[in-house]
C-alpha cells in the first residue's frame, strides 16, 4: 500500500497553496498509506479562506508547502475551472472525507483526538466508537489548552502510540501548530476544522440538498453571522476578485512528493 506514498501527486496552485488533483479513491488510498507507515504527514484542506490566509500570513503558506492539502468545497473548484479550465475531480471536503476514511482504516487503528471546548472531544469519541466499532480512540484533548501544558499534550499523543491525530483548533491556528510540532507527534496528522463539533452533536450541518449544491457556508453564516460574515461575505468576494484578474497563465501545475517530516 505504501507504494502510493512514492508516486508525485499532481498539483494546482491557487494563490499560493499547491491542491493535490486527486479523485475521492485515489485520495483515500493515500491517506490511508500514510497512516499505515505509522510516520508523521500532514493532511491539511483549503477552501477559499485557506487562500485568502495564505495571501495574509506566511507562515501559514509555508506550513502548507510542507503538506498534503486536498480541496474543499466550490470556491476552490471554481478558481481551478478559471485558471486551469477544468474542476477538481472531487469535492473532498474534510466532514465528509474524514468519515469514509475512518471506515477503511484497519482494524485497531489508533486514533487522537485533539479540539473542540473542554467535553466535546469526549463526546466525539462515544459517537466515533460507535460509528466506526473498529477504531480505538487512544485519547482526548480540548483545544483550549495553554501554552504551558503544550509540552505535557505532546508527550502525551506521543505516549498514546497514535497512528492517526485529528486537529480541530480552528482555522489557521489548527494549521500552524500542527507544523511547528509535527516533528514530536510521531503520527499523521490531519487538521478537520469543525468535524470534532459535528462528530460530538454541538455543531450541527446543513441540509443534505444544501449540501449537494455546495453551499453548506450559507447554512453556516446564517447559523453565526457575527463570526462567520467576515470570512464569507468579504473574504469569498475577495477570494473571487484576485482569482478573476489573475491571469490564466499564472495557473501553475506541478507535482509534489509526500514525504513524512
Keep these: 500500500m505504501t507504494e502510493v506514498l512514492d508516486m508525485p501527486i499532481n498539483v494546482r496552485r491557487i494563490g499560493k497553496v499547491d491542491v493535490a488533483v486527486l479523485r475521492k479513491e485515489q485520495a483515500l488510498s493515500l491517506v490511508t498509506a500514510a497512516v499505515a507507515t505509522k510516520r508523521s504527514y500532514m493532511i491539511f484542506f483549503a477552501n477559499a479562506h485557506t487562500v485568502n490566509t495564505a495571501r495574509q500570513i506566511d507562515g501559514f503558506s509555508r506550513a502548507l508547502q510542507r503538506a498534503i492539502v486536498l480541496n474543499d468545497g466550490i470556491g476552490v473548484d471554481l478558481a481551478s475551472r478559471w485558471l486551469y479550465g477544468r474542476r477538481f475531480p472531487a469535492n473532498l471536503n474534510g466532514t465528509d472525507f474524514t468519515p469514509e476514511l475512518l471506515d477503511r482504516l484497519p482494524s485497531g487503528t489508533r486514533l487522537f483526538l485533539l479540539g473542540g471546548s473542554p467535553g466535546v472531544a469526549e463526546r466525539a469519541e462515544r459517537a466515533i466508537t460507535g460509528k466506526h466499532s473498529h477504531i480505538e480512540v487512544v485519547g482526548t ?77 450559507i447554512f453556516r453564516l446564517l447559523r453565526e453571522p457575527r463570526r462567520l460574515a467576515g470570512r464569507y461575505l468579504i473574504g469569498n468576494a475577495t477570494f473571487l476578485g484576485n482569482i478573476l484578474v489573475s491571469d490564466r497563465r499564472e495557473g501553475r501545475e506541478g507535482q509534489f512528493s509526500p514525504f513524512p517530516l
Excluded at 508527550?155 to 482555522?171: E, K, T
Aim: proline share 3%; glycine share 10%; hydrophobic share 50%.
Design 141 to 217: 484533548q480540548h483545544g483550549f489548552f495553554a501554552e504551558k501544558d503544550e509540552a505535557g499534550l505532546l508527550s502525551r499523543i506521543a505516549a498514546s502510540g497514535a497512528d492517526l491525530v485529528l486537529v480541530a483548533m480552528g482555522h489557521p491556528r489548527q494549521e500552524m501548530w500542527v507544523y511547528q510540532n509535527i516533528g514530536r507527534l510521531q503520527a499523521t496528522v490531519m487538521c478537520v476544522g469543525a468535524l470534532v463539533d459535528f462528530y460530538a452533536g454541538t455543531a450541527r450541518r446543513a441540509p443534505l440538498w444544501l449540501r449537494k449544491l455546495r453551499m453548506e457556508w
